[in-house]
């Protein structure tokens, strides 16, 4: 690249006119001459006092995000910088981390520490990072616009350092994998590894695509790994981690949301194959799924299928608030024959083998809820400390400051619980986690979600009319408004896991116990 030309802010003052204007934004010189009339705001704005033939810097980010400047038909208007100045306002580079206040966890902070958290662990963040932001960051902010599942090429980097698999936790699928470059030993990986991970592919602003990223995997596979044959396992496992087939949990219906025992999708044995009747809705993923683990309703109770797509097996899209990117399906079965060799586990024990599922998913939901709400908190302190209003930067009305305390006490109270669950997962068995974990983990997304809700509410208040719009300096907010109910939805609505977490407490109550 051929270096810039050196002006003064002299040089500057004198291309303030229509046809000839130039301006500064963070020591860069731009000639805006010709783009003027192109400008989307029109051209008045650039022509305004403080802006034409002036350093813009403030003016600049009081309307635009940095990202504007980075785009390359901007880029290119760049004709030289300011003699003595450099460059301040940079972004992240891949791996990097961000010192704006509580924008990273406590643990990730320089001079903080944390229990929890070994060297290999922030040797695993960092690797994640840079790889999320070169490879998956320009996928998700494509795909949540223009609504279009992820694409294979996408999905072949995320298999070469075995995403999948480390999404679905720690356990025997693992074995003979290479983590994330072999950064971590399949052995060693934790789940404080992939809550590194969850809250890691929450940090875009992308909620639908978040889901879109293999979360059917997440959720269809463990019943296939923890209740499957050998033989199942063999046939369907493989293909799905190395992202040649895609699975989708298909449980929720019309007729049963959180009463899951409500499903009315049957299942008829007829000789070596059972007969799938039924419909099935707001299945992630399901619009371009192979397979679904299927929960059925049979003569003797509930059994769970794994039926594969075919001419009697139909997915349309549902249309909900957040991007289709999602592949959130209305499944149709119609009369669809399942070999009798693809149930998973017992039949009559299909309910059992749901709830088994739910701890996990729950946890994951809450974890990346955690890490898009830090991601908010980041937001508004930037945006509150750049944003001008009544001649002050925002945070400097108390009504605000307040607001940015309170958003930052809800984020690292859930920090604190999420991590605090994540420790007893890693020392506890999995028949361990469903017998003493379900109602903690219920109590928690709960309480996440219904945090998430309030700060996405008090986002919005502090970007004003910014944070209701889908594109430019609060598109973040806007997503985020727009999509958290959906963590207080997914894998159980809130009320109902308050319930669970509170009747498991009774549950152990102490008969002697009196005040």
Not at 7 to 15: E, G, V, Y
Not at 162 to 174: D, Y
Not at 392 to 419: F, N
Not at 440 to 449: D, E, H, N, R
Request: charged residues 20%; proline residues 4%; contains cysteine.
């Amino acid at each position: 690249m051929m270096p810039h030309k050196e002006f003064t802010l002299d040089d500057i003052a004198r291309h303030h006119k229509e046809g000839d204007l130039w301006i500064v934004i963070d020591s860069k010189v731009y000639d805006l001459s010709r783009f003027a009339d192109l400008h989307p705001g029109g051209a008045g704005v650039l022509y305004a006092e403080g802006v034409a033939g002036k350093d813009a810097t403030q003016v600049f980010f009081g309307l635009h995000r940095l990202e504007v400047l980075q785009r390359p038909q901007y880029a290119r208007l760049q004709i030289g910088v300011i003699r003595g100045q450099t460059e301040t306002i940079k972004p992240l580079g891949p791996g990097e981390l961000s010192l704006v206040p509580y924008a990273e966890p406590t643990w990730l902070t320089p001079g903080y520490f944390s229990p929890y958290y070994s060297d290999n662990h922030r040797k695993f963040h960092k690797a994640m990072r840079a790889f999320l932001m070169e490879v998956v960051q320009p996928e998700a902010i494509r795909c949540e616009e223009n609504g279009k599942r992820i694409s294979q090429e996408v999905v072949d980097k995320l298999s070469e350092i075995n995403f999948l698999a480390m999404r679905l936790g720690p356990g025997k699928h693992l074995k003979g994998l290479t983590l994330m470059g072999g950064i971590v030993k399949p052995e060693e990986y934790d789940y404080f590894h992939e809550l590194i991970l969850n809250t890691e592919i929450a940090r875009f602003g992308t909620r639908a695509f978040v889901d879109g990223l293999l979360n059917g995997g997440v959720i269809a596979l463990p019943p296939v790994l923890n209740f499957g044959t050998l033989e199942q396992r063999a046939k369907f496992v493989p293909d799905i981690l190395a992202g040649k087939k895609y699975i989708s949990l298909a449980v929720s219906e019309a007729f049963a949301g959180s009463d899951v025992s409500g499903a009315q999708t049957v299942a008829v044995r007829d000789g070596d194959e059972w007969i799938v009747t039924g419909t099935k809705k707001w299945i992630t993923n399901g619009t371009f799924s192979d397979y679904f683990t299927t929960l059925c309703k049979t003569d003797i109770g509930f059994v769970v299928l794994l039926v594969e797509r075919s001419d009697a097996v139909s997915t349309k899209p549902v249309k909900t608030s957040y991007s289709s990117t999602a592949g959130t399906a209305f499944v149709t079965f119609d009369k669809a024959r399942v070999p009798v060799a693809n149930t998973l586990g017992q039949v009559g024990k299909g309910m059992s083998i749901v709830l088994s599922n739910f701890n996990h998913e729950r946890w994951m939901v809450t974890a990346t809820s955690l890490g898009a709400q830090r991601l908010v908190v980041e937001e508004c302190l930037k945006w509150t400390n750049q944003r001008i209003a009544f001649g002050k930067p925002l945070h400097a009305q108390a009504v605000i400051r307040a607001k940015l305390a309170t958003m930052i006490s809800r984020v690292e109270t859930c920090q604190a619980w999420v991590e605090n669950i994540t420790h007893q997962m890693n020392n506890m068995s999995y028949q361990e986690q469903s017998d003493k974990l379900a109602g903690p983990i219920a109590l928690l997304k709960q309480f996440v979600s219904k945090a998430g809700r309030e700060t996405a509410e008090d986002a919005t208040q502090i970007f004003g009319g910014r944070g209701i719009t889908v594109t430019g300096m609060g598109k973040v907010i806007e997503n985020y408004h727009r999509t958290s109910p959906f963590d207080a939805i997914l894998a159980g609505a809130e009320d109902v896991l308050g319930d669970l977490g509170v009747r498991q407490a009774i549950r152990r109550m102490p008969r002697n116990a009196r005040l």
